[in-house]
Each structure stands twice: as structure tokens, then as C-alpha cells.
């Protein structure tokens, strides 16, 4: 280890700082120790006012106080920590915690959840060299931690990724970097930065889970890669405290518990590779919705027990890419047309309810129709003065070619769903038969 914490301490404040209490300006030891039962223990019911508005349930919590606390019977001098330094905005954690002596400074990047939200910022990063949230990272390491040297950077997923991204900013003031499931970088940001990713890599170490849906997004630029054991599914597969409870450390704070990256995390790694390169030629709305698309379509693959994946989980995935096929190659061309119409806001996207849409859609086109006709019948048989007769007609063409105008467009908007629709139903049936036989065979390899 060349830095001065351990793979485990750096975990531990990778958790904490999602902790609310995190934020006071005690001491690691002093934050926690009011947190105890009467028996000394951590509980979730002790530490019910440590965790509340922090989004870690009480569990999680109790978890990592404990943990902590036995680090600190280990370790004295990690519990007399205390952040110097604090970044607290909307999207964006960081804590610089540094000893008593004001030395051995350690920032430390929350991440943004596992929320779709979160998968969807995470895939921001394929289209944009520096996102919102990385520049806020770039400006507090570099203004607010100016003043340190040799700072040890640590987070976990989008913190993990703040972490690298700092590391390549400010290289020469970074003594390590330690990513815990955090996410690559975009090809924009890889060829924007190629000298200062080559000097940064060797201080940057990946620490995730083997089955974990983040860390594949994108493109790695870390100088070694570990892969450690997890043994749980769904959201815990990226939970920052199932790195602590399922893996063991040795003398020196380091991973014992070492593996192999999953077979589906690494298929469902050239899954999103094959998506981003997909992302070049598109629009920006079109590069956003895929974006979406493909965060939720890896939630949604890791998140399937295993047993389920090839005939629960393969059929929607095609689907959601099939409609972003459709989006990139057909919708862009049609002016004017909102192409998020046609993406539902959950994982599976409801055909049959597009279908419906669509039929609406051309029974108001034939209202439109018998409006018109009633509109032209008025128009042909005013009785008015000459010039009130003119003046009415005229504004009465004018309705009735708008609401043709308006019927036409109903009428498109309706065949361009229909076909919609159809092609998604046939890519996911296709393609769920064509892959079924393939992930079968990933699934009964993967340990």
C-alpha cells in the first residue's frame, strides 16, 4: 500500500460520508460515539438520528458505525480524524479529513445512489468531457484542498468516479486514488486529457465488487483493477456496505477476498461499450435517452436473479434498444417530433398502452375530419354583408386548412407510433430468442 490508509479505512470513510453525521466537525471517534446503545453497541434503533434524511437505512448504518469502531481499537489514529475541509451542495459530497496536526490529508467523494437518476448521470459522462458534478469535484480539490500535498482521494460510484477524475486534474498533488465501483470516462474526456490519464493512471486503483453494474460503464483508466467478492443481487450487487460485511481484509488493511469479474458483469460490460459507440453520431436528445436506457437496462440484467435472467430480463433489454434504434435512425428525422413520447419512465415499457395511444390518435384525426367539414359547410353558406362576408370567410379558411393541417399531423403521429411499436415487439421477440441460448450458458458458468 503506498499511501498512508488502508484499502479498508478507505472503504470505511467511502461509507461514512453518506452518512449525515459525517458532516460534523468532531473527531471519526467522537461522530459515532454518541450513537451507542446501553450497551455500548450500535443498533438501529442507536442510530436512528445519525442516519435520518441520509437515504442508508438504520442497518446499513449500524454496520458501518461498527466497523469503524473496531478500525479504531485497531487503529487509534483513525478515529481522531476530523474533516478540515467540507463540500456540501445538492449532487455533490466531498470531506477533506485530515489528523489532529492538520497533516495526512484524505478527500473523500459521496456517491449519487443507485437511483435510474443516477445511472443516467453516471452515462452522461460517454457524451461530455466534464459533467456539472465533475467540475464542482475539479474546483474543491483544487481551491478549497489547495493548500495539501500528497492527498489521498477516495469515493465510492460517482464518488469513485469524482475521485479518478480529481486524480487527472491535480496528478501532481495526488499521492493515491482508491474507486470503490466507480464508474470510466467518455471518449471526449480520454481524448482531451491523453498526457495528464497517462501520468494520473498509476496512482489509480478500481476496488469493486465481481458482479457490480457501475464500474463497467465506460472506459477505465485506473493502473490496476481488483475485483472482490459480493455474494448478494439486486441493489446490493453496488451497495457500498456489502464491500465491507461480504469481503475480508488482511494484517495491513488490504483485500484477501479476491476475484475474477463476473461473466455477466463483463458481458454486460460490452453491452454498454457497444451502446456508447452508438452515442457518437446522435443528437443530444437522442445521446441523453440512450444514455437512459442503458443505465436502466444494466439495473434491470443485475438486478434479475440468475435463474430468470434469459427469459425475464433479455426480452425488455432488446426492447428499450430497439426503441433507441428506432429513436437514432428514424425519429430524429421527423421534425418536430419529441421522441421521449415513446420511452416509458419504467424499466419495461408498456406496448400494448403505445398501441392504444396510437388509436386515439387516429380517432381524433377523424374528428378533425368531421370538424372541418362543419367548418366549411358554415363557411360556404354566410348570409352577411359583402365585406363581413369576406372578412368571415377568410378567417373561416383559415380554421378549416389548420385543422386539416392538425388532422394530418394526428394521422402521422399515429402511423409513426404503430411502427413504432411493431418494430419493438419484433427486435425483443428476435432478439430475446437469439440470445436466450447464449446468456443461458453465461448464467450456469457464473460462479
Known sequence: MRGKYTQQELLLLSNFVYIPACRSDATIRDIIDPFRDESGSFTEASVL??????GMSCRDVATVFDAIDKRIEENPTFGDLSASRRLE???VRAVCYTDPKDNSPVVVFRGTGGTAEAWRDNFEGAFEEDTKIQKIADDFLGYECGGYEDIVVTGHSKGGNLAQFVTVKHEKKILECVSYD???????????NPEEIRAASPKITSISAYNDFVNIL????AGTSIFVANDQSAVSAHSSVTL????????????????????????LKHFTDIVCDM???????TKETMAAIAGTSIALALSTPKEELADACLGPVAGMTACALINSLIIDNVPGWDERALFAQSVYVDITSVKSAADCLRWQAASMDNIAARVNDIRQNIAYSITARL????ALLNAYEGILAIQRKLEDMSDAAHQAANVYMNTEESAAALMHLQVSQIVSHDP
Open 279 to 285: 452515442l457518437g453520431p446522435a443528437q443530444e436528445s
Open 391 to 394: 372578412c368571415a370567410e377568410q
Open 49 to 54: 438520528e445519525a442516519a435520518r434524511g441520509g
Open 182 to 192: 466507480g464508474q470510466g470516462f467518455g471518449d471526449d474526456f480520454l481524448s482531451e
Open 89 to 91: 451542495e445538492a449532487d
Open 244 to 267: 465491507i460485511t461480504e469481503n475480508t481484509f488482511d494484517e495491513a488493511g488490504n483485500f484477501t477476498s479476491t476475484r475474477h469479474q463476473g461473466p455477466v458483469a463483463n458481458a
Open 218 to 221: 465506460l472506459t477505465c483508466i
